[in-house]
């Protein structure tokens, strides 16, 4: 039989590309300063990074020429999880690290952003420029009474106005955080609301699939459930007047006005994100700025191998992560491409387009989008030059196997493909790309670096070439330094802590290969992951059980072996109720309009009744288990449910499935 060790890479770095990459290069640097191996490779680096979590940090900082503006007294205060500080004392700003091209004269004329839309039509943003507008509405955010601390909010497609919101927000020590407008209003409110912003950009409306989509109603909802805010910001995205008591976009960044920076504690807020809402509100998970700042300048910088001479170009809306870790781009000095539109409009090759059009050197999608080029039979490498494209990286769901050999075999033979996971919580990969390693076919390349990755077995032992829980046993900077409105940590605790002890459980299930590679498995948890966008089950149920036909409901996301998601809606019917065509077209409806249209169920199962825990709880990951084909004393704990007869139901559905 034949070990993994021995089976053949798909792709492999040759020497020259090896020895330009910055990661080797960080590599001589750090053996030579902090005494990091310098032989060994990859593997020898970050068996370093994570023995000497202190010294790969400190190291990070000074490759990068992090600026504190106050030095800081130690690399890792308390190293608890959670809880553990980081560089403390230090002061910084992200947003004066993100615009520190544009204070080279050289690049000042140069892109920094590069907008385009479904027309294609490119529309860029010099660097001098984007620091103009970041600097003038810096100073109308402070004119408004912005102060350190308080929040703004997005309501914003992938527009270079979302980009300069954001970085003003940062530059004034403010706190972001963003939907994107298809969201339905009671998503939006369930986010925002908690973090009661003071200051609401919006747009009008946005185009998606060669129709314009107008959102004055919802905006005009959000302002009346929002009562912390002091204004409203209003973007023409189609063309609209600003609604009265709105404040016009392009009076707001029309001074000449020199960025000021306000100097803020590493751990000092930057942004909000949002978890899924599995089991309720969505988390508010809370980021520092210095934590994401070495985070993401490691991350893109070394293992994306990003810099001055790249064009960064994923596909991403504002209510994903991916689209913060995009715009992080800037901070390697980058040209970030933003792309706001459908995936595949006019045809599925739009994204390959936007890649050729902008000359992109990483592309990154997600591995649905490239599983769908391959049905629809696409030739990306003959009908497009992507003879810039150096990478093509996915993530969102696991890349299948098929869909490594399809970019390998369509788009070119020396491609570097980066099939990437990590997560909203820590905004960053927890393994993924490494460009001075082979790829191998349905693998990660390896955990990142200054990750202490591991797959547990449920008593907590490791496990090699065994599917286990990802977990991470030592700190990284990015990690929340808290939820919002999580007064006594509880909520944080019990989302990644309360499991293994002092040890992050992300919910992954996970295999590591005896050389190092990461094999993703899906989800142990019950989030709902469409397209990269993140949705909880909860947010589906309260809209579909507003229907009076529905009893109850079960809503499932399945990673398919092929690389699809199927994603069942199993509805139990109040009497004299029937699921006909009419039912499951408002049902349907009903999602699209109120939550997201890319959460619309595939299909609508009616149910005999809906299992639940023994507390009341709808069991999600034992039926989940069920559908993927486990068995039944496998999947659950027959003691735990209300009725296990109901689970008879899933079962039988699998085997139908298979």
């Known amino acids: 039989m034949t070990s ?27 053996a030579e300063h902090h005494g990091a191996p310098a032989e060994g490779g990859y593997a020898s680096l970050h068996r370093w990074s994570v023995d000497e979590l202190a010294t790969f940090w400190k190291a990070v900082a000074e490759w990068f020429d992090v600026r504190f503006s106050t030095p800081y007294e130690e690399v890792i205060g308390d190293r608890s999880m959670p809880g553990a500080t980081w560089f403390t004392g230090a002061t910084l700003n992200y947003a004066e690290h993100a615009l520190r091209a544009s204070e080279d004269p050289l690049r000042a004329d140069a892109p920094a952003l590069i907008h385009v839309d479904e027309t294609h039509t490119q529309v860029p943003t010099s660097w001098s420029e984007l620091r ?14 912005v102060a350190p601390g308080d929040r703004v909010s997005g309501y914003l497609p992938n527009i270079p106005q979302a980009v300069v919101a954001f970085l003003a927000t940062a530059a004034v020590g403010g706190v972001w955080t963003s939907c994107a ?25 946005y185009r998606y699939g060669g129709k314009e989509h107008h959102r004055a109603d919802t905006v005009a909802e959000l302002r009346r459930e929002l009562p912390t805010l002091r204004a409203v910001v209003h973007i023409p995205l189609l063309g609209t007047g600003a609604p009265e008591g709105a404040l016009d976009w392009a009076a707001l960044v029309a001074a000449d006005t020199e960025p000021v920076f306000e100097q803020v504690a590493f751990d000092h807020p930057l942004w909000v994100l949002y978890s899924s809402g599995t089991t309720g509100l969505p988390k508010a998970i809370v980021q520092s700025q210095g934590g994401i700042v070495v985070e993401h300048l490691k991350q893109l910088g070394l293992h994306c191998d990003l810099g001055p001479e790249d064009r960064f170009f994923w596909y991403t809306s504002t209510g994903w992560m991916m689209w913060n870790f995009l715009v992080s781009g800037l901070l390697t000095g980058a040209t970030v491409v933003l792309y706001d539109g459908s995936p595949g409009y006019p045809d599925v090759s ?23 080029c391959r049905k629809a039979g696409i030739h990306p490498g003959r009908d497009f030059d992507l003879s810039r494209v150096q990478c093509v990286a996915t993530t969102g769901s696991p890349l299948p196997p098929d869909g490594f050999r399809w970019l390998h075999d369509e788009v070119a033979d020396d491609l570097w493909i980066a099939s990437v996971s990590g997560g909203t919580d820590v905004c960053t990969c927890f393994a993924g790309a490494v460009p001075t390693l082979p790829v191998h076919i349905g693998e990660l390349q ?45 909520r944080y605790h019990d989302s990644y802590f309360d499991v293994y002890p002092g040890v992050w459980r992300h919910g992954d299930w996970i295999t590591l290969t005896e050389r190092g590679s990461v094999v ?16 909880g089950s909860a947010d589906i149920y309260e809209a579909v059980e507003r229907l009076p036909e529905i009893r109850e409901s079960l809503v499932i996301g399945l990673e398919e072996p092929n690389g699809g998601y199927w994603m069942p809606l199993f ?42 825990t023994l ?18 004393e496998k999947a659950v704990n027959p003691g735990s449910i209300d009725n296990l007869e109901l689970l008879h139901f899933y079962e039988k559905l699998a085997r139908e499935r298979r």
Request: aromatic share 6%; net charge negative; charged share 20%.
């Open 446 to 490: 390896a955990a990142s670096l200054g990750v202490d990755l591991h797959s547990w077995d449920p008593a907590g032992e490791p496990l090699t070439d065994e599917v286990g829980e990802l977990v991470v046993t030592q700190p990284m900077p990015s990690m929340p330094v808290r939820f919002w409105n999580d007064p006594d940590g509880s």
């Open 4 to 30: 993994a060790a021995d089976e053949a890479p798909l792709w492999q770095p040759g020497p020259d590309r090896i020895a330009a990459a910055a990661v080797t290069r960080f590599q001589s640097w750090a």
């Open 571 to 612: 509805v139990h019917l109040a009497e004299g109720a029937t699921l006909d065509d009419a039912l499951r077209d408002s049902i349907k409806r009903t999602i699209r309009e109120n939550l997201s249209p890319r959460h619309v169920p595939d299909e609508v199962i009616e149910v005999p009744g809906i299992p639940h």
């Open 181 to 205: 407008p298809d969201f339905g209003a009671r998503s939006v409110l369930d986010r925002f609301q908690q973090v009661e912003p003071v200051i609401l950009f919006t747009v009008d409306g």
């Open 520 to 535: 993703i498995h899906g989800r142990s948890d019950s989030t709902l992951n469409r397209q990269g966008v993140r949705m």
């Open 615 to 632: 507390t009341g709880k709808r069991i999600e990951v034992p039926v989940k288990r069920l559908l993927q084909g486990t068995a039944l």
């Open 132 to 145: 103009r507008q970041v600097g003038s509405l810096a100073a109308e955010l402070r004119a408004l009474g």
């Open 350 to 372: 739009a994204q390959w387009r936007v890649a050729e059009q902008t000359g992109a050197t990483l592309y990154g999608t997600s591995a649905a989008y490239v599983m769908a």
